[in-house]
């Protein structure tokens, strides 16, 4: 009889250990990931790479990061534990921990800076580089090019909007056709407007000139000041012949904080033609058709 009591007594505290551990006081060491299926909770912290427990209140989170909540920035749309004053991550037994301004989780100081660019935000975001912290990028924006739009859309009017897919057949089976945002690098085409169309070419009277002004900006560098810089720019006819657009190029103009240019490309087409179909981009970049009518 004693040992069946002594057995009911063990089984009781051992299940009181149980309880008490799945309470949990102190956070979780984090597990490094790079996306949501680097982690176990398959919820990533992209932006501090780590992983983040998901939860459905409060309660199902450790006493030092109780805020259950959607993550700020994060295409992850599952609640998630997160910390909120360096008073509470130190509730425990630590006295140096900080809530992660980055992370949300409890760290230890300098433990993540956060993003420096766009490209260590999820899709869609873009990165504070002052704060570290990625959040979604602005729906609505002033002046041109990127502005404060994600890359690979630009400003248009007062709204951040997606560059156009590339459907004339100048580009049809070439990489810049299928550009995405997410895994390109390269100068972003927004614009090409007409410049000229119609004056002679040369002294070819068989000829006229077309004169685009082609407009972009780069992801994450400053552009060269001068054009003879610029790597990997492209004309594409309708056939698909490809020319390195430089040479056919000149009146460079360059923003002042070097993110942004647009050059006028010169062509000559026949003095018949009254519309032409122009294909331009940058290697790693997207591409751009424009159609231009005398």
Not at 15 to 29: I, N, V
Not at 30 to 52: I, K, L, P, Q, R
Not at 166 to 175: A, D, E, I, R
């Amino acid at each position: 009889m004693q040992l069946r009591k002594m057995m009911v007594m063990l089984a009781a505290l051992s299940s009181m250990s149980l309880a008490l551990t799945a309470c949990g006081d102190d956070a979780t060491t984090a597990e490094t990931c790079t996306s949501d299926t680097d982690c176990s909770s398959n919820f990533c912290n992209t932006a501090a790479g780590v992983c983040m427990d998901t939860c459905e209140s409060g309660s199902d989170c450790p006493d030092a990061e109780k805020n259950c909540a959607p993550l700020a920035g994060a295409t992850n749309t599952a609640k998630v534990c997160q910390c909120q004053t360096n008073q509470l991550c130190n509730s425990g037994d630590s006295t140096t921990l900080v809530c992660g301004t980055v992370s949300k989780r409890c760290e230890e100081p300098g433990s993540n800076t956060g993003c420096t660019k766009d490209a260590d935000c999820a899709a869609g975001n873009t990165c504070n580089t002052t704060t570290g912290v990625c959040s979604p990028a602005a729906t609505t924006c002033s002046g041109e090019g990127q502005s404060t739009c994600a890359y690979g859309s630009y400003c248009s009017g007062t709204t951040c909007a997606q560059v156009p897919a590339p459907t004339c057949p100048n580009l049809q089976g070439k990489p810049a056709a299928s550009f995405d945002p997410a895994t390109g690098t390269g100068n972003i085409i927004y614009s090409v407007t007409k410049e000229i169309f119609g004056t002679a070419c040369g002294t070819d009277t068989t000829a006229q000139t077309v004169k685009a002004r082609v407009s972009f900006y780069s992801k994450n560098a400053d552009l060269p000041s001068t054009k003879e810089g610029l790597n990997g720019f492209f004309y594409v006819r309708t056939n698909g012949g490809e020319q390195n657009g430089v040479p056919l190029s000149n009146g460079y103009q360059r923003s002042a904080d070097a993110r942004s240019a647009s050059l006028s490309v010169n062509l000559c087409t026949s003095v018949n033609d009254s519309q032409i179909v122009l294909g331009f981009y940058f290697t790693n970049g997207n591409g751009f058709c424009a159609t231009l009518t005398k």
